[in-house]
């Protein structure tokens, strides 16, 4: 949590990786207004950023051939979303396999 002014800006928790990139998106400007503010007043601190993503899972880089065509359309439907391709296709990845998941133990 970071403050903005008198107010303060609460991380939720997602349910989908998808959801949590457009949250992070959708309130970009009011994260760095709080990120300016805290540095200007002196409140800032090491390790804050740290703690707002503490959520996030450990990643590991991966490398994956795809169709261009694939690739062309994954890239098409991030910038519709505003997203950057790669963090769409992990979503679209995340959720697919969470789904088959679910799917298989049911």
Do not use: C
């Not at 261009?68 to 994954?74: G, I, P, R, V, Y």
């Amino acid at each position: 949590m970071e403050r903005r002014g008198n107010k303060r800006i609460v991380v939720p928790k997602f349910k989908t990786e998808a959801e949590e990139a457009q949250w992070w998106y959708d309130n970009r400007h009011q994260l760095e207004d709080a990120l300016v503010n805290a540095m200007d007043n002196g409140t800032i601190r090491r390790g804050t950023a740290k703690q707002l993503t503490s959520r996030a899972r450990a990643s590991r880089n991966v490398t994956i051939r795809m169709a261009e065509t694939d690739l062309d359309l994954a890239r098409k439907q991030a910038e519709e979303k505003g997203l950057p391709y790669q963090t769409y296709i992990k979503s679209v990845l995340h959720e697919a396999l969470v789904k088959r998941e679910r799917h298989r133990a049911s």
